[in-house]
């Protein structure tokens, strides 16, 4: 009697942990596709109010004076997801400085408008660099650097990545200011007077005037620039120090010397995107990548950079990156950028102008498709430095053209002369017109093609 009762508290007991299971597994369907449904509708614009979910909205402030700001363009990340590179936009005012920092991640410079100068430290030298627009230059991390809008009237506008691998907790990069005072203020604050007075070798009198001097922020305006640098040893009252004296003091800047092949000490190369023969270039735009083949400082980044040129009403074609994710800003125009997920379905169809910054996961289908009123141009960076080789999956020299066949045909269902035609009807490559074409009413069997082109790869 006993063993029955046991045997049927037993069952119970099983039947109930068999339903809380089933209810467990239930509300985690429900809650997933809960979740599907929030991200179709934050893709579509929907949701949480954002136009897309590949656009990058967020944008942090990090500096902002009279004469200049620095922003930083962040996409959202979680502890599983882990956003590998922010985008950042330096906009400095004529005849203006970025104060003398490092930072806890690799530079990838891009100057969009304007000229400045970039001095950093390169093997314990001082490496200054006269950059014009489209020229590429890179920033180790943990380099000192500063930078200089020279020219007298005209603004000068940077756009560089920002790599966080190296950041700590992979957050947002950590500026070390060298030069400063009290507004930055410069790590070297940090240490007591009897310290720093001792490592200067100067007297508290004197490290006071310099410590305490600048509160302009991070970006302040060039003033009394001279070529000579203080020397602290002698006997002379040097009271009006300068910034451009103070630059120099705190980098170590040195006569110029000479490198064994005649050119100055540092003289590192920048590679300008407009100058150099595109990667690809038709009747609808042209596009040039480059990667550490191109420009070997790329090597040590781990980013790759790219711009690319779309006449008006053209596209670059439906293409996935297989090495790296990739993002982009719109430097001039407008148009429209498509994303597609994983199973097919449309992740992104958003239109964009001009400041816009938009992100594509790694191996996501993608195009991006100028307005018909106006060019678009747009430049970005790649997660590796690596050579991309993108697939585009339409066009003259796509995946479908290499791949048809009997296997493919079998694959959309369909005979292989239509394949054929189908696949061949496109006779350019990677940058494509966008074309209406007329379909013929007296051909049934051509109608039906067209019509598969437009549901298979619109």
Same mark, same amino acid.
């Given at each position: 009697m006993e063993v029955a009762v046991g045997g049927r508290m037993a069952a119970s007991i099983l039947t109930l942990l068999l339903l809380s299971s089933w209810c467990l597994m239930v509300a985690s369907g429900f809650r997933q596709r809960g979740i599907e449904r929030e991200e179709e509708e934050e893709a579509h614009g929907g949701g949480r109010g954002l136009r897309g979910r590949f656009l990058l909205a967020r944008s942090r402030t990090v500096a902002r004076t009279d004469a200049g700001e620095i922003r930083v363009v962040s996409r959202y990340r979680s502890k599983s997801e882990p956003c590998p590179m922010h985008i950042g936009f330096i906009q400095m005012e004529p005849n203006s400085l970025v104060v003398p920092q490092y930072v806890d991640a690799n530079l990838v410079v891009f100057v969009h408008r304007g000229e400045v100068k970039v001095g950093w430290i390169h093997e314990d030298e001082l490496v200054e660099?006269?950059?014009?627009?489209? $020229?590429? #230059?890179? /920033?180790?991390?943990?380099?000192?650097?500063?930078?200089?809008?020279? +020219? @007298?009237? $005209?603004? #000068?506008? /940077?756009?560089?990545?920002?790599?966080?691998?190296?950041?700590?907790? +992979? @957050?947002?990069?950590? #500026?070390?200011?060298?030069?400063?005072?009290?507004?930055?203020?410069?790590?070297?604050?940090?240490?007591?007077?009897?310290?720093?007075?001792?490592?200067?070798?100067v007297t508290a009198e004197e490290l006071e005037r310099m410590m305490q001097s600048q509160r302009g922020g991070a970006i302040v305006y060039m003033s009394g620039e001279s070529s000579e640098r203080p020397d602290l040893n002698d006997n002379n009252d040097d009271s009006a120090w300068t910034k451009q004296k103070l630059v120099d003091y705190l980098l170590g800047k040195v006569d110029k010397k000479k490198a064994g092949n005649g050119e100055p000490v540092g003289a590192l190369h920048a590679y300008n995107l407009y100058d150099n023969e595109p990667s690809y270039r038709n009747s609808f735009g042209w596009t040039t990548a480059i990667d550490e083949d191109d420009f070997s400082p790329l090597r040590s980044t781990g980013v790759g950079v790219y711009v690319v040129n779309l006449t008006a009403g053209s596209m670059l074609a439906p293409h996935m990156n297989p090495m790296a994710t990739e993002y982009g800003v719109v430097l001039r125009g407008s148009g429209t950028i498509q994303v597609v997920f994983p199973n097919g379905s449309n992740a992104m169809n958003a239109e964009v102008s001009e400041g816009d910054v938009f992100w594509v996961p790694q191996y996501f289908p993608f195009c991006q498709i100028a307005s018909s009123g106006a060019p678009m141009e747009f430049f970005g960076f790649t997660t590796s430095s690596r050579r991309n080789h993108p697939q585009f999956l339409i066009g003259a020299s796509s995946v479908l053209r290499s791949m048809r066949g009997r296997e493919l045909a079998a694959a959309f269902r369909i005979s292989e002369e239509r394949l054929e035609r189908l696949v061949k009807a496109q006779r350019e490559s990677v940058i494509l017109p966008i074309r209406h074409h007329q379909q013929p009413e007296e051909d049934e069997e051509e109608e039906e093609v067209l019509q598969l082109k437009r549901g298979v790869f619109a």
């Open positions: 660099r006269q950059l014009r627009r489209g $020229d590429v #230059s890179v /920033i180790p991390a943990g380099s000192t650097f500063y930078i200089v809008n020279t +020219h @007298s009237s $005209d603004r #000068s506008q /940077i756009i560089c990545s920002i790599d966080t691998t190296q950041s700590m907790g +992979h @957050s947002l990069h950590q #500026s070390f200011f060298i030069g400063g005072g009290m507004n930055p203020t410069s790590v070297l604050a940090g240490f007591d007077t009897n310290t720093l007075t001792a490592a200067f070798n």
